[in-house]
C-alpha cells in the first residue's frame, strides 16, 4: 500500500516541477485560440477549463488504463514504475505537446502537424496510420463495454445488440456540434470514472487487500519479456499515441493557452491514477500474477473487471463501477470516429460545417468500423497496442521538430526527443518479436530494435546542429 501512496505522490509532484518545466519551455502566451479565432459552432467552440478537461479525461480514458494496467499488472508491480515514469516523462509532455502545438496551428490533426514539421511523405504515412489507428480504436471501444454491458442486461440483449446501439450513439456524437452532446455529458461521465476509480480504491483499503511493493522484478506467469511486450502493453495508462489524435480535438476548444498544462498534462496524469488504481486492484484482488493472468485467460478482460468490481464493492458498488468502465470507452470510441471525421475532412478538403459533409464522411466511417466488431478482440487489441505506441513515437518526433524550429532554446527539444527516442526501440522491437508481427529471434530484434533508435536520435542531433548552424 505505501508504494501505492508514493505512486500517487510523484505523479502530483510530476504535475507541478516537470509539467511546469514543459509548459515553460513552450511559452504559451496571450494569443487568441482557434476557439475564439475560427469559431464554427461545430468543432471549433470555446469550453471552459474544468470542462475541457473532463472531456480530455474522457477521450484519452478508454479502455487501455483498465484492460491495459490489468493485463500489465501480470508482470507485477514493477508496472507501477513504468505507469508513474513513463507518464510523467513521455506520455503527459506527449499531450500537451501534440495539443499545443495544434492550438498553435489552427487545431489540425497530427497528421497535418507530421506534414508541417516532418515533411510531406510523413504526412501522407500518417494520414493513413492515424485513420486506421482510430478506427481500430473506435471498434475496440465498441465491442469491449458491449461485452460488459450484456453481463448487467437480460439473456435476450446481448453484446450483439448493444454494439448495434453504441455505434448508433456514435453517429449523433461524430456528427453533432462539440458542445450538443460531448460538451454537456462528458463532464458528468467524468465524474462517474473518477468516482468508479476511488470506489474501487476505497474497496482496497476496507477489503484489507495487499498490494505487494515496487520490484523490478518480472512475474509474468508467462515469461513474457518486459521489455518491449510491458511497454506496449500498457499502452494508455502511460504514454498512448492514440492521445494524439484527441488532443487536436480539444485543442480547437480552449479558451486560453495556459490553460494547457490543466486540459493536456493534467488529464494524463489523473488518466495514470486510474491505471494504477486499476493495476493494484487486479493484483490485490487475485493474490497473483499467475491468478490474474489465469482469470483474464478464463473470462476476458470484461470478466475481469466485473469480477474485481463486484467481489470489492459488492452488487451496488459492482454495478456502479461497471458503470464507470463502460462509459470509458464509448466515450474514447465516439470521439475516435469523430476525430476520424475530421482527419478525413482535411484529407478531403470538405467543410465541416454542413452536416452533409459531415454525413458523406461519416457513414462509411462507422460502416466500416461495424465490420471490424466481427474481428476477434483479443486480435484487434494487439494491434490497437503496437498501432498506439507506434504514433506516440511519431508524435514526439512531431514535437522535436516543433521545438528545434521554434523552442527558444534549441536544446530544450531533449524533453521530446528522450522519449521519443525510448519510443523507436519500444515499437520497432515489438513488431519484430510478436506473433502478429515479424515473430523474429528476441535478440536479433533487440539489436535492430536500439539500432533504429540510435539511428533516431543521431538524425535528430543532425536535425539540431544544422539549425543551430
Known amino acids: 500500500m505505501i508504494s501505492l501512496i508514493i505512486s500517487f505522490l510523484v505523479l502530483v509532484i510530476g504535475y507541478f516541477t516537470y509539467g511546469k518545466l514543459v509548459e515553460k519551455v513552450f511559452e504559451p502566451d496571450a494569443r487568441r485560440t ?69 492550438e498553435r496551428n489552427d487545431g489540425k490533426s497530427i497528421a497535418e502537424l507530421s506534414g508541417i514539421y516532418l515533411g510531406n511523405k510523413v504526412k501522407w504515412c500518417m494520414r493513413v496510420f492515424s485513420v486506421l489507428l482510430l478506427l481500430l480504436t473506435g471498434t475496440v471501444f465498441v465491442t469491449s463495454p458491449a461485452a460488459l454491458i450484456a453481463k448487467l442486461t437480460p439473456e435476450g440483449l446481448g453484446a450483439g445488440f448493444w454494439i448495434i446501439v453504441i455505434l448508433g450513439y456514435y453517429v449523433l456524437a461524430t456528427l453533432l456540434p462539440i458542445d450538443k452532446i460531448i460538451g454537456k455529458l462528458y463532464p458528468v461521465f467524468g465524474i462517474i470514472l473518477i468516482t468508479m476509480a476511488v470506489g474501487i480504491m476505497g474497496g482496497i483499503i476496507i477489503g484489507g487487500y495487499h498490494i505487494p511493493e515496487i520490484s523490478f522484478e518480472n512475474l509474468h506467469p508467462q515469461g513474457l519479456p518486459i521489455w518491449p511486450y510491458m511497454f506496449i502493453t500498457v499502452a494508455c495508462g502511460a504514454i498512448s499515441g492514440f492521445h494524439a489524435t484527441q488532443s487536436p480535438m480539444i485543442s480547437k476548444c480552449i479558451a486560453t493557452e495556459k490553460d494547457g498544462r490543466k486540459v493536456f498534462y493534467g488529464a494524463m496524469l489523473m488518466e495514470s491514477v486510474i491505471a494504477l488504481i486499476w493495476a493494484a486492484g487486479g493484483v490485490a484482488f487475485y493474490g497473483t500474477t499467475g491468478a490474474l493472468n489465469d482469470a483474464i485467460t478464463a473470462m476476458g478482460q470484461s470478466g475481469v473487471v466485473y469480477d474485481i468490481s463486484t467481489g470489492m464493492l459488492g452488487k451496488i458498488g459492482g454495478i456502479l463501477a461497471i458503470v464507470g468502465v463502460i462509459v470509458c470507452p464509448i466515450t474514447s470510441g ?31 466511417l462507422l460502416a ?25 513515437m511519431v508524435s514526439l518526433w512531431v514535437a522535436t521538430a516543433y521545438l528545434i524550429e521554434e523552442a527558444e532554446n534549441k536544446y530544450q527539444s531533449w524533453l521530446t526527443a528522450l522519449p521519443a527516442t525510448f519510443m523507436s526501440a519500444v515499437s520497432i522491437t515489438y513488431i519484430l518479436i510478436a506473433d502478429e508481427g515479424f515473430g523474429i529471434d528476441m535478440h536479433i530484434a533487440y539489436w535492430i530494435g536500439n539500432i533504429f533508435a540510435v539511428a533516431c536520435f543521431v538524425m535528430y542531433q543532425i536535425m539540431l546542429n544544422k539549425k543551430r548552424s
Request: hydrophobic share 50%; charged share 15%; proline share 5%.
Open 34 to 102: 482557434p476557439a475564439y479565432r475560427l469559431n464554427d459552432g461545430v468543432d471549433f467552440v470555446p469550453i471552459k477549463t474544468g470542462k475541457a478537461f473532463l472531456i480530455q479525461l474522457l477521450n484519452i480514458a478508454g479502455t487501455g488504463p483498465i484492460f491495459g494496467a490489468l493485463m500489465g499488472a501480470c508482470f507485477g508491480p514493477v508496472v507501477f514504475l513504468w505507469i508513474i515514469f513513463g507518464s510523467i516523462l513521455g506520455g503527459a509532455v506527449h499531450d500537451f505537446m501534440v495539443g499545443m502545438i495544434s
Open 334 to 364: 465516439d470521439t475516435a470516429f469523430r476525430s476520424a471525421r475530421l482527419i478525413l475532412s482535411e484529407i478531403t478538403g470538405l467543410e465541416q460545417r454542413p452536416i452533409r459533409n459531415r454525413l458523406i464522411i461519416t457513414i462509411p
Open 368 to 392: 466500416a468500423g461495424a465490420l471490424l466488431t466481427q474481428l476477434d478482440f483479443n486480435v484487434l487489441w494487439r494491434y490497437f497496442s503496437w498501432s498506439n505506441q507506434t504514433l506516440a
